[in-house]
């Protein structure tokens, strides 16, 4: 555990001084919260490939690490609420996939993951079909 936090907290210093020295501009909390979302992102990712190698000890521990981390994340938000918000977008006529995603994305940035709210897009969008 250590050692996963000890990399988390790196990955966010050097987003933080990225945006501090480069951008020229003040760190948001959001911007912190995607690099632990990315982080479990990544180890997903890393969960699906070692059980397709059948390798269940390392994809235990790659679950074991999201787990972990996934504490450090704010709660969800209630997916009546992004469902809620799609349908609205929908609603003011906006029916391509992209167009949708790119006018909820930002309401949620950092509260919610993008494949949540890619699911009820989609399922939304089916609706119309």
């Given at each position: 555990?250590?050692?996963l936090l000890g990399m988390i907290i790196a990955e966010v210093k050097e987003r933080v001084r990225v945006i501090e020295n480069e951008e020229k501009r003040d760190v948001q909390d959001s911007e912190v919260i995607e690099v632990l979302r990315k982080g479990i992102k990544k180890r997903r990712d890393s969960v699906e490939q070692y059980t397709a190698a059948n390798r269940p000890e390392l994809a235990q521990k790659e679950h074991d690490e999201i787990v972990i981390l996934e504490?450090?994340?704010p709660a969800a938000v209630?997916?009546?609420v992004i469902r809620s918000a799609v349908q609205e977008v929908i609603a003011s006529g906006v029916t391509v996939m992209g167009q949708v995603m790119?006018?909820?994305?930002p309401r949620f940035k950092?509260?919610?993951e993008g494949s949540v709210i890619n699911a009820i897009v989609r399922e939304e969008l089916a609706k119309l079909v």
């Open positions: 555990m250590l050692l504490q450090y994340l209630d997916p009546a790119g006018k909820v994305l950092g509260q919610v």
